[in-house]
């Protein structure tokens, strides 16, 4: 018989301006308030890695980051947050092959097991839901959720809500475009929900019929004051967005290649000549990457186009902040 933990209730408690200890599974969790901690850290750290400053903020701390599927950017950015604040990770990438799972362990035991050797886990996995699953299992190591299938990837909405805050100095009164998978991107749904929490914004989601955000979504999200409205063609596309947020198409969220390859079809994919008719002169372009068939390299020289630029170097500083803050190491 599984024992329920003690710590069920609080699994996934409001952050209300204090992070120490709490998991981070979902947006939901997050108030302006908290974001406004959280940015405030992310300055602190973005000086301290541009700077390369040695720092020993999370001395004694040990990180393990468990990978059910893969990534590239959420895992090094993690890695690196760690290590550059001066902690230690243990790295389990592929866990259903390279660890005891492919015995035929159970994902509770090997929760509890790196809850023996660690001060916080964080996850990614391939089931909505698993980050809070493992949130129940462990009963003293923070989980923070790195993606959990196609339901959420909350610290990646930290760094595209810095990103956004840092160019326009603010996150209300925004006019966005997001466009792509708007179906399975994990990404996409927390960020909604981050924007929501913010007055007056209006979001654009452009996706083919078969990428569309399900009527519950649309239904829940709109429910929390955004407004939301969904196109399907390139013509459609509004000329005063103050961002765009593109999306691949989820592969491996599909039954089949040729479902996959169908719905690929059906995209619109950022091109110059796309951002020439359509996009601002100050807009932003933002990917969270990887972008595969879904944003054209031509457009890289683009100034606007933030995603190689300041968008993945921050999510290195909103990680540092995001950990600082979990171990009460901040202050
Ligand atoms: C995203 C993800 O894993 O959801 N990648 C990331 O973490 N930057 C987006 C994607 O895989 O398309």
């Known amino acids: 018989m599984v024992q329920v933990p003690v710590r069920v209730q609080?699994?996934?408690?409001?952050?209300?301006?204090?992070?120490?200890?709490?998991?981070?599974?979902?947006?939901?969790?997050?108030?302006?308030?908290?974001?406004?901690i959280l940015f405030d850290v992310t300055q602190r750290m973005k000086y301290i890695a541009e700077r390369k400053m040695p720092s020993r903020l999370l001395d004694g701390l040990l990180v393990s980051l468990l990978f059910?599927?893969?990534?590239?950017r959420t895992f090094s950015s993690f890695a690196a947050a760690v290590k550059r604040l001066g902690g230690q990770t243990i790295e389990m990438q592929n866990p259903e092959q390279a660890s005891s799972l492919s015995k035929g362990e159970s994902f509770a035991d090997?929760?509890?097991?790196?809850?023996?050797?660690?001060?916080?886990?964080?996850?990614?996995?391939?089931?909505p839901g698993a980050a809070r699953e493992a949130a129940l299992v462990a009963e003293s190591m923070p989980i923070i959720n790195a993606g959990d299938g196609n339901n959420e990837h909350p610290t990646q909405t930290?760094?595209?809500?810095y990103t956004l805050y840092d160019r326009f100095g603010r996150l209300d009164n925004l006019v966005g475009m997001l466009a792509g998978d708007a179906l399975n991107s994990r990404t996409i749904h927390s960020l909604i929900k981050g924007l929501s929490l913010y007055k007056n914004n209006t979001i654009y989601v452009l996706s083919p019929e078969c990428l569309r955000l399900t009527r519950d979504d649309v239904v829940n999200f709109s429910d929390r004051g955004i407004r939301l409205i969904e196109i399907q063609r390139a013509e459609d596309i509004p000329t005063h967005c103050d961002f765009w947020y593109w999306?691949?198409?989820?592969?491996?969220?599909?039954?089949?290649?040729a479902e996959y390859q169908k719905a690929q079809q059906e995209i619109v994919v950022a091109t110059p000549q796309?951002?020439?008719?359509?996009?601002?002169k100050d807009m932003i372009l933002m990917d969270p990457?990887?972008?595969?068939?879904?944003?054209?390299?031509?457009?890289?020289?683009?100034?606007?186009?933030?995603?190689?630029r300041s968008q993945i170097r921050n999510g290195l500083y909103t990680r540092m902040a995001l950990l600082a803050l979990v171990f009460g190491r901040a202050a």
């Not at 796309?274 to 601002?280: E, G, Q, S, V």
């Not at 457009?299 to 190689?308: C, G, M, S, T």
């Open 68 to 72: 059910f599927e893969p990534s590239s």
């Open 247 to 257: 999306t691949r198409v989820q592969r491996e969220r599909f039954g089949s290649p």
């Open 289 to 308: 990457l990887p972008r595969v068939d879904s944003v054209d390299p031509a457009v890289d020289a683009d100034e606007r186009a933030v995603y190689l």
């Open 110 to 127: 090997t929760i509890r097991t790196l809850e023996a050797y660690s001060d916080a886990l964080v996850m990614r996995h391939r089931i």
């Open 274 to 280: 796309l951002l020439n008719t359509y996009a601002k």
């Open 158 to 161: 930290l760094l595209d809500m």
């Open 10 to 36: 609080s699994a996934i408690e409001m952050i209300q301006q204090n992070f120490t200890g709490k998991d981070i599974v979902s947006f939901d969790q997050f108030t302006t308030e908290d974001l406004a």
